[in-house]
């Protein structure tokens, strides 16, 4: 198997412009105009760096552009003479080479010390030993320039020649040696100190306990980070002198460098599990934290104490404050990852002053101005769900976070929820707080505009009203909120007023008809008609306390379904209570019969009229009202609250799980550690295994699937063309998190050498090759393998298409083609199950705009089975609980959620439902931020849900 070899390349130049003519770029290269030249060397080494080889211009250079002293030309000459070929095909020094080398001496003597800079670094890129010997003594020479910048490059030019060519410089590291002694300019010194370490590691030691001596905290920045490494690799190679080594970290963490601080952290937290390095090392990543301006700089540090969190929680602990006053910051983010950082650091001693803190930050959110009010309230919101979970984990705090939190419960914002969660949580968790919460949240109540607060504080109201003065009380803050009857607009009376006669504006008196009242119609049981007038219900805008009122009267009939079913469980808690008096409960429950009929009047004589759904749950509501004895009305209220304890319960399950899985696993300390550096030829099963995982999981962003890893890579082998074709080619696909590899193998099946054989790929979708493609010669039967990089930039479906050329054997002037078979990219590659809360779920469902909806066309008659379809297909995550999917009737609906290797959202619904004779009928509905994800995954769904 034969490939060409691709010679090593230290530039990458992008050219998109049209190509000059040879002819062109030598006039302008021979010219006198320096503009010109300088334009037409650029080009030169564009289209030389993007396949177009110049090397025939190389003499005209040597003659008209070398000799120039124009520093740009200069510069851009080096750059030309660093990337083209300076051998023959034997490996002999081309002869303009001397030209070259000529050149090159004079410059590194050259008067002007940007053009010895330049000249060194160029001798730094030089791999020819023909080249350099005749330069090293002008090299040397370099080091005692007076010139800081010279003597910089001068010593990476040594360092670069004793690295290649040993023999050239053999007493390199004994002159930097002593150069370094004497040097004042900090790069020069850690340049010369960088050279020591890789050359000679004795001669560095040396010097580096010289400088302790000499105080090593008043040394450069860039002279520090090269001691830090030679620190770090003396360490791993003199375990035995580890503590010495470690003082000097030590007191490199007292220097004024960010970097320095944060990589001497690193160093600790590597070669080092005391308490006190750790402890250290934790300090200055939180010192970084507080002071460091950058935020790039803060996350990556937020991401180093997420390790020390993970290996070292109590010692972080420690720090529990500290890292919250670094909350200071603006950016939201960042806000969010400190509070995801410090709530699992909370602890029995320390939760006190952390809730303490995090209810003053809340306080601070309201009184604040900030330019952008939707991050403060999203920061409010992010405080009260830390704040929860402190207090659903640490419950001898809640009776300090209850008068603080719910007067957050008013608020329009997404933090009313998050409150009245907390709440409901709080009281069904802790009883002896039911009263007090109970009481607040009734006063809060008229208040309340946001309607899913509204909802979740009339189910509490149901739930948790144990007494017939509570009760009571709670029936009277309802009706003041709903406010006088009917609740019928008063612009509907006014449009009935009018249709009525055109001598409606006077009564029969002639005197102007109340616009405040409004007559209603209705039959008594003798059959004879009754007409009631009514006082209506002006104007319902403007004030908080009439918001309830305005949601009902423009329709939001869930929310009235959820008044009627929370009045109806407070009239069965007082029929179950044994001493109330009968003509209470029987006036009670006439009351609420009363909010029923009026809400049902509403809901049939207002637009939009009520849907079936909450038509249906109100007229339930009154045939248990009008039944109270029966098994029903009884059961209703018991297994409400049982329901919301399962709940809870399968909350708690969750949360424990997720944190099961996030904590380590320690590995027992009687198991057998395998080295597979010592592993013979006859290496065991398990040996293998793990070295394929290791591999696959440093280059694969996929699971390493350990029963049949030989067999899934067979899985992704693509023919490519046909047996039958003068060529055969096939490509592995290897998709990692943001690029494909394509491993293709391509045969030479006839009887002559293809000359100039190129594998042309082009791409559809979010898909980009990297590189040009190379063109092969290939003998008689014989093989190459080629590979390609794609990159990707989105979750779609893309496809890889594209054909092989090469020479015609006949006719050297003809091209033939072979054309390969499409390579379609699957999107479950970069899709893997995630989760989220049922209100972050509800936020992003609302707020996606892209929204796929795929028919349920399957032979599966199992619901539970269809699911588990979808889920494997897609690989997503069920986000509906087990509870609620239990049992056996004739629909489902349950909600998805994954997440891309891009940071993409998916959702999903299923809604299906199964019909007498066993088929399944319904949709699944996709959203999504992109359109590309939507369709990908509704494609899948409609191909796989058939099997």
């Not at 049209?18 to 334009?39: F, R, T, W």
């Not at 510069?75 to 002869?95: M, V, W």
């Not at 791999?127 to 005692?144: F, Q, R, V, Y």
């Not at 460091?292 to 602990?317: A, M, Q, T, W, Y």
Request: glycine share 4%; net charge negative.
């Amino acid at each position: 198997m034969s490939q060409t070899q691709e010679s090593q390349c230290t530039q990458l130049i992008h050219f998109d412009g049209a190509s000059p003519s040879a002819k062109e770029l030598k006039e302008d290269l021979e010219g006198a105009n320096v503009d010109k030249k300088i334009e037409a060397m650029k080009k030169v080494i564009m289209l030389h760096l993007n396949g177009e080889p110049q090397s025939s211009l190389t003499m005209t250079i040597i003659r008209f552009v070398l000799p120039n002293d124009n520093h740009t030309l200069k510069k851009l000459t080096l750059y030309f003479l660093e990337i083209i070929d300076k051998t023959d095909a034997q490996g002999r020094l081309l002869p303009e080479m001397i030209l070259v080398c000529n050149f090159i001496r004079n410059d590194l003597q050259h008067p002007n010390e940007y053009v010895r800079g330049c000249t060194l670094r160029f001798v730094c890129k030089v791999k020819e030993m023909e080249l350099i010997e005749p330069l090293t003594d002008s090299i040397l020479t370099n080091l005692d320039n007076r010139h800081s910048y010279v003597r910089r490059n001068a010593i990476l030019a040594v360092f670069t020649v004793f690295q290649r060519f040993p023999h050239l410089l053999p007493d390199g590291p004994e002159l930097i040696e002593g150069l370094i002694e004497n040097e004042s300019d900090a790069t020069a010194r850690r340049n010369a100190f960088i050279m020591l370490f890789n050359a000679a590691p004795e001669r560095a030691v040396r010097y580096l306990r010289k400088a302790i001596d000499l105080d090593i905290t008043s040394t450069g920045e860039h002279f520090q980070l090269a001691v830090v490494d030679l620190l770090r690799h003396l360490c791993k190679t003199n375990p035995q002198e580890k503590s010495q080594y470690l003082r000097v970290i030590f007191s490199l963490l007292s220097s004024k460098s960010a970097a320095v601080l944060f990589q001497c952290a690193n160093t600790l937290l590597t070669l080092s599990t005391s308490p006190t390095a750790i402890r250290e090392s934790a300090g200055t990543f939180v010192k970084l934290l507080s002071s460091h301006g950058d935020n790039n700089v803060r996350l990556l540090v937020l991401d180093r104490l997420e390790e020390i969190k993970k290996r070292f929680p109590d010692i972080l602990s420690e720090m529990l404050m500290d890292l919250l006053r670094t909350l200071n910051t603006p950016n939201l983010d960042i806000r969010r990852k400190v509070l995801d950082l410090c709530l699992d650091l909370v602890r029995e001693a320390n939760v006190d002053k952390a809730v303490q803190f995090l209810k003053k930050e809340v306080v601070r959110t309201q009184g604040e101005v900030e330019l952008d009010k939707q991050a403060s309230q999203e920061y409010r919101q992010s405080l009260v769900r830390c704040i929860h979970q402190c207090v659903v984990r640490h419950p001898v705090v809640a009776n300090q976070i209850l008068p603080v939190l719910s007067d957050y419960v008013i608020e329009a914002g997404p933090s009313a929820v998050d409150v009245i969660l907390f709440m409901r949580e709080i009281m069904q968790k802790q009883p002896d707080l039911r009263e007090e919460a109970l009481n607040k949240l009734l006063t809060m109540f008229p208040s309340i505009s946001s309607p899913r607060v509204l909802r979740i504080a009339l189910w509490i109201f149901s739930v948790h009203s144990r007494s017939p003065d509570e009760i009571t009380r709670v029936l009277e803050v309802l009706k003041d909120a709903l406010g006088p009857f009917p609740l019928i607009p008063a612009e509907k009376g006014k449009s009935q007023a009018t249709a009525k006669s055109s001598g409606a504006d006077t009564g029969d008196d002639g005197t102007a008809a109340d616009a405040s009242k409004t007559a209603t119609l209705s039959i008594n049981k003798d059959g004879t008609y009754v007409t009631t007038l009514l006082e209506s219900a002006g104007p319902t805008e403007g004030t908080p306390e009439q918001a309830f009122r305005n949601h009902l009267v423009t329709g939001d009939f869930f929310l009235a379904s959820v008044v009627c079913s929370t009045v109806t469980k407070l009239v069965l808690s007082l029929y179950s209570m044994e001493d109330v008096p009968q003509h209470q409960k029987t006036s009670t429950k006439n009351d609420v019969l009363s909010i029923l009929v009026e809400i049902l009047n509403l809901g049939n004589s207002s637009v939009p009229i009520i849907d079936d759904d909450s038509h249906e749950r109100i007229c339930l509501c009154k045939a248990l009202l009008q039944n109270t004895s029966s098994t029903l009305s009884q059961e209703v209220l018991p297994k409400s609250i049982a329901a919301f304890a399962d709940l809870v319960q399968d909350n708690a399950k969750a949360s424990a799980a997720a944190l099961t899985a996030d904590q380590k696993k320690y590995t027992p300390v009687d198991s057998s550690l395998i080295f597979s550096q010592l592993a013979g030829v006859n290496k065991s099963a398990a040996e293998v295994e793990i070295e394929v995982e290791d591999v696959q999981l440093a280059t694969s962003n996929q699971q390493v699937n350990r029963k049949s890893d030989f067999l899934s890579k067979l899985n992704k082998v693509i023919q490519l063309t046909g047996r039958s074709d003068p060529i055969y080619s096939e490509a592995t696909v290897t998709v990692h998190q943001y690029d494909i590899l394509l491993d293709i193998l391509v045969v030479n099946q006839s009887d002559s050498t293809m000359q100039n054989l190129t594998v042309e790929l082009a791409t559809m979708g979010d898909l980009k090759l990297c590189e040009r493609p190379q063109s092969y010669t290939l003998a008689s039967h014989e093989s190459i393998g080629i590979k390609a990089n794609i990159k990707v930039s989105s979750t779609e479906t893309g496809v890889i298409f594209g054909n092989i050329v090469y020479d015609s054997a006949t006719n050297p002037n003809d091209r033939s083609c072979v054309i390969l078979n499409d390579i379609h990219i699957d999107i479950m590659d970069y899709i893997t199950p995630a989760t989220c809360t049922a209100t972050q779920f509800r936020s992003m469902w609302a707020e996606f705009e892209w929204e796929n909806k795929v028919v349920v066309n399957t032979e599966v008659k199992s619901l539970r089975e269809y699911l588990d379809t979808i889920l494997k297909h897609t690989n997503m995550k069920c986000l509906t609980s087990d509870s609620s999917l239990e049992g056996d009737c004739d629909f489902l609906s349950a909600n998805l959620y994954a997440k891309s290797s891009f940071g993409e959202d998916a959702l999903a619904n299923i809604s299906v439902e199964r019909h007498m004779e066993g088929r399944l009928e319904g949709f699944v509905r996709i959203r999504s931020k992109t359109q590309g994800i939507a369709l990908s995954l509704g494609d899948k769904i409609t191909m796989k849900q058939k099997g």
